[in-house]
Each structure stands twice: as structure tokens, then as C-alpha cells.
């Protein structure tokens, strides 16, 4: 009797290779292994491969899993990977579902906080020439951090000790745990917002001291984007002396304690003071010494003449007016003698030449010139006219059409315009043109030489 052979549909398999695969592996590993082929799809699932010298392995991440992973994973890192083995039946392959990634060697927060760093120097976000200048003397400013940590009460302590005048705002804000650097960089997108009503001087971000998980909100990229684009000028004061974060790094100015924050923010009142005094004492001295001056140089300018008899300058030109005055009328008196002498002399001269008979005379004379002038001219012209008669003469002889009329013609070739003298001057088919006397003209054709 023939056995029946037992047939398996594909997902059948694949579903027997996912019980076994339950069965013999542990429900939880971790994985060391250099990541390969990184991909992040639109969804937010993570998909990449674990490999090492002799093997690869196919992984996987979803989104939520991967959203509280903070440092960024990148191929060829070597990392540690938590999660189980399972088969995803619909392609028929088995893979690791990460439930937790970190890097090999060195802890998540430190790497996130080195890449973040890296990243963020790279785009220019901690250069100087981005740092806005604290004011000397500021009068309204806002504090971020939490209202019942201790970093506020050191905050307004300090600045209060140091500059009394100045006016606090306080603005809470969580400053550790999931969502507070969001809330915070709101808060400060918010009040760069609201400035013009606010008028605030200066910002500072605050909190005490914490491990490095505590003071991540402060290494968030979000929040280090809403400083940098801030136009009020922020002091970072975050944890203890050593404690660094990005906030400090991109912040126009860092105080290494929440305390420091107000010795940064404000002027020591005692200072200025002492400065004011010192301003005051100097301009007195040199006001005092100015007043001086200035009282001897007035002792100098009344000591003057001009100042012992004021109307002496008025009287000395007068007097020279009168001079000047005088010595005009007298050379406008020598001008009029003058001019009246060389009249005089003048009248002489016209009288002794008897201008009326001059006249006269040169009437005279100009009337003979004028008929002398007119003989002259029609003789030149009559002897013109005789000169031009005969050369008219002269050039009608010459004219060789004068012929015509003593019974003559002239002969040309129409063809050439050439007058014909010889039997060479044609051919037989030219045709002729005679002139007769009055321009009459005759027009043949040679038919025979």
C-alpha cells in the first residue's frame, strides 16, 4: 500500500520555520553587530542588517521603538541590538525585531551628544561672529527653568545682590523629561514674539545640576535651533561647573552655574558705583579747572583797550570817514578842473578849423570825384562792348555751322557720332544724319559704297 505524501503550501512552511524558530531561540538577545544598509522609511520603521566577518542578519525597528533612540544611527557603527528573532512570513525570511539600539564602547547619550555636536559646529551655529552682545546695563529680564527647582531662587539671589534695580520674569518651563525641550524652544520662539511688548533685555535658561540623562533637554537639536534664531541675547546656565551641553555651545554667553547666570546677566551695583563716584570726582576736577581758564582768559579780554573806552574803535572811523570823505571831494573837484580845461582847449581847436567851410569844400571835392568816377566807368564799359563785338565776330567766323548757311551740310554717323570725312568713316546699313542750315536734319541709310 503506497504511502500518502504529505504536501505543504509555502506559507505553511514559513509558519512551521516561525514555531520552531520560537521554540529553540531565546525569546530575548542582544546583538553586537556593524550596522549595513541604514534606512529610515517614511513611516518612521527602521530597516538595516547586523554583520559581522562571517555573517549578516536581516533587522528591523519600528518607529516607536526607534523615536526614543538619541543618538543617530549610521552604517559601518557598531552597536549593541536588543530585541527577538521571528520570521516575516510574507517574505519568507527571519530577522531581529529591535526593541533597543546602542552604540558599542560608548554610551547612547555621550555618542548623541558628540554627533549633535559635530552636526551643529559643522552648520556654523557656535561660531562668534553669531554671538549677540549682553547689554551693560540690562532692565527687564526673562528667566526659563522650572518655578520650584532651587536654580531659580539662585538666579534672582544673585542678580538681586548685584543689581537690584533690575525687573525678573519668570517663565516655567519643564527642564527635564520627554517634551521639554520642545516646550522650552516654544517658549522662547514665544517671547522673541511678544519682545516688543516685553522689552526684555536678556534671556537666560536655567536649571541645577543632574546627570547626563537629566540635562539631555538641553542637548535636544530643537531646542539649540530656537536659541540661535532667538533676537534677544540668551545666557545658558545649565548644571554644575562640569557639565557642557549644546545650549552652552550655541548661547551667546555661558554661565557654568544657574548662580553665575546673574554675575553674567548684570553689573555689580557697588561697581558701577564706585565708577559713577570716580566719573564724578574727575569731571568736577576737570570742570573746575575749565571754569579757571576761562575766567582768566576773561580777565585778559576786559584788560583790553577795546573794553576800557568801547567807543574809541566807533570815533577812530568816523575820523577816518571824514578823511576819506574829503580826499574824494577834493580829487572829484581836480577831475571836473581838468575835464573842463581840455573842453575848453578843444572848443579852440573846432572854432580855429572853421568846420562849416571843410564842409564845403570836401563837398566840393566829393561831387568832381563822382563825375570823373562816372566817365570813367562808361568808357571802360563802352570799350567792353567793342571788344565783345568783335570777339562775337570773331567766334561766328570760326563756328564751323556758319558753312550751312553759304549752302553747306554736315554729315555724321548716327552710330558713332563721328562726321564723316572718307568712305571709311561708314558701312553699308549705318545710317547718316545731315545738318542743313536752321538745324534742319536729314536722316538716310547707305545702301552702296
Avoid at 145 to 169: M, Q, Y
Wanted: proline share 3%; net charge positive.
Amino acid at each position: 500500500m503506497q504511502k500518502t505524501r504529505k504536501i505543504y503550501t509555502v506559507s505553511q512552511v514559513n509558519s512551521l520555520i516561525k514555531v520552531a524558530l520560537e521554540e529553540k531561540l531565546p525569546s530575548r538577545l542582544i546583538v553586537r553587530g556593524e550596522i549595513s544598509d541604514w534606512k529610515v522609511h517614511s513611516s518612521g520603521h527602521c530597516y538595516f542588517s547586523l554583520k559581522d566577518e562571517s555573517g549578516i542578519l536581516p533587522c528591523v525597528m519600528w518607529a516607536g521603538k526607534f523615536r526614543i533612540v538619541r543618538f543617530s544611527p549610521e552604517d559601518g557603527m557598531a552597536v549593541l541590538a536588543t530585541g527577538h528573532i521571528d520570521v516575516y512570513t510574507v517574505g519568507g525570511k527571519y530577522q531581529l525585531y529591535v526593541d533597543k539600539l546602542e552604540p558599542e564602547g560608548v554610551g547612547a547619550l555621550q555618542l548623541a551628544f558628540e554627533q549633535m555636536v559635530k552636526k551643529l559646529r559643522a552648520e556654523g551655529l557656535f561660531d562668534d561672529v553669531h554671538k549677540k552682545v549682553l547689554p551693560a546695563y540690562p532692565e527687564r529680564i526673562g528667566i526659563l527653568t522650572s518655578e520650584s527647582g532651587a536654580a531659580v531662587h539662585d538666579i534672582i539671589d544673585s542678580i538681586r545682590n548685584r543689581w537690584p534695580c533690575v525687573k525678573l520674569f519668570l517663565y516655567p518651563v519643564p527642564v527635564q523629561g520627554e517634551g521639554a525641550a520642545e516646550k522650552i524652544a516654544a517658549a522662547l520662539r514665544d517671547i522673541n514674539r511678544r519682545n516688543k511688548e516685553l522689552k526684555l533685555d536678556v534671556l537666560i535658561v536655567a536649571r541645577g545640576g543632574g546627570s547626563l540623562e537629566d540635562l539631555w533637554a538641553f542637548n535636544e537639536e530643537v531646542l539649540a535651533r530656537a536659541i540661535f534664531a532667538s533676537q534677544i541675547p540668551v545666557i545658558s546656565a545649565v548644571g554644575h561647573e562640569v557639565d557642557v551641553t549644546v545650549a552652552d555651545f550655541v548661547a551667546d554667553a555661558r554661565a557654568s552655574t544657574p548662580t553665575k547666570a546673574g554675575v553674567t546677566a548684570v553689573p555689580d551695583m557697588q561697581e558701577v558705583l564706585g565708577r559713577l563716584a570716580y566719573f564724578e570726582k574727575s569731571l568736577a576736577s576737570k570742570a573746575r579747572a575749565k571754569l579757571e581758564l576761562c575766567g582768566e582768559n576773561l580777565q585778559t579780554i576786559l584788560a583790553n583797550a577795546v573794553f576800557r573806552n568801547p567807543f574809541l574803535l566807533v570815533q577812530n572811523a568816523e575820523q577816518q570817514l571824514d578823511e576819506l570823505a574829503a580826499e574824494l571831494a577834493e580829487a572829484i573837484r581836480e577831475l571836473l578842473v581838468a575835464a573842463q580845461y581840455k573842453l575848453s582847449a578843444s572848443y579852440e581847436q573846432i572854432v580855429r578849423i572853421e568846420p562849416h567851410r571843410l564842409l564845403g569844400k570836401k563837398a566840393v571835392d566829393l561831387n568832381n570825384l563822382k563825375n570823373r568816377t562816372n566817365a570813367a566807368i562808361k568808357a571802360i564799359v563802352n570799350d567792353c562792348r567793342m571788344q565783345l563785338t568783335a570777339q562775337t565776330n570773331r567766334l561766328a567766323g570760326l563756328n564751323p555751322k556758319s558753312v550751312l548757311r553759304r549752302g553747306y551740310s554736315i554729315t555724321t554717323n548716327k552710330k558713332t557720332g563721328l562726321l564723316v570725312r572718307t568712305l571709311e568713316d561708314i558701312r553699308v546699313g549705318d545710317y547718316l544724319i545731315t545738318e542743313l542750315t536752321d538745324e534742319n536734319l536729314i536722316e538716310s541709310k547707305v545702301t552702296k559704297k
